[in-house]
Antibody, heavy 119, light 107 residues
Framework: EVQVLESGGGLVQPGGSLRLSCAAS????????MSWVRQAPGKGLEWVSG????????YYADSVKGRFTISRDNSKNTLYLQMNSLRAEDTAIYYC????????????WGQGTLVTVSS | DIQMTQSPSSVSASVGDRVTVSCRAS??????LAWYQQKPGKAPKLLIY???SLQSVVPSRFSGSGSGTDFTLTISSLQPEDFATYYC?????????FGGGTKVEIK
């Protein structure tokens, strides 16, 4: 059974940093692209970042480019999102999502981890 | 960036009704479109990919159609468990983008 489990969310002050992790199991992690998708309270879904299975290609939304860094450790079956220079508008539930083989839509999602940026 | 516009933003319907949700892309995306269902407090669930392919274990009352810029999600006979918010997503190019969502509510 495919499972992805996020961790690392919490309360952080504006300008601060946070690193999210996503532990994956039940599939050959290195064979699948992964993404982070967020949802601000009461709002819709926003794609944040994606990474290829090898980690050699990374992609970002304009809203986070230069502040967030996506990475993966295929030996640990873990996806990461390093978030720097956090802003109030980054407050959201952050979901880790497994992409379909050969397409950037998402077949499996974690339960999400809440990031709150506030002083 | 490709903008995805969904309509309506909400719809009230009764059990057994046929419901359609529209999604329009700001430029042609061929069939690179997915649909998701999200219930309150839960992660999204993939329903449809490649505009019209049904994800495994998704009931056949869900269907998708369209190509280019205009797409439709149809629920042929609404069931109680279908009351949720539905999102489209273009998978054609980066940055990936979602529609604003359509909430299907009980009439």
């Amino acid at each position: 059974e495919v499972q992805v489990l996020e961790s690392g969310g919490g309360l952080v002050q504006p300008g601060g940093s946070l690193r999210l992790s996503c532990a994956a199991s039940g599939f050959t992690f290195s064979s699948y692209a992964m993404s982070w998708v967020r949802q601000a309270p009461g709002k819709g879904l926003e794609w944040v970042s994606g990474i290829s299975g090898s980690g050699g290609s990374t992609y970002y939304a304009d809203s986070v480019k230069g502040r967030f860094t996506i990475s993966r450790d295929n030996s640990k079956n873990t996806l990461y999102l390093q978030m720097n220079s956090l802003r109030a508008e980054d407050t959201a539930i952050y979901y880790c999502a497994k992409a379909y083989s050969g397409g950037w839509f998402f077949t499996d999602w974690g339960q999400g981890t809440l990031v709150t940026v506030s002083s | 960036d490709i903008q995805m516009t969904q309509s309506p933003s909400s719809v009230s319907a009764s059990v057994g009704d046929r419901v359609t949700v529209s999604c329009r892309a700001s430029q042609g995306i061929s069939n690179y479109l997915a649909w998701y269902q999200q219930k309150p407090g839960k992660a999204p669930k993939l329903l449809i990919y490649a505009a019209s392919s049904l994800q495994s274990v998704v009931p056949s009352r869900f269907s998708g159609s369209g190509s280019g810029t205009d797409f439709t999600l149809t629920i042929s006979s609404l069931q109680p468990e279908d009351f949720a918010t539905y999102y489209c997503q273009q998978t054609h190019s980066f940055p990936l983008t979602f529609g604003g969502g359509t909430k299907v509510e009980i009439k």
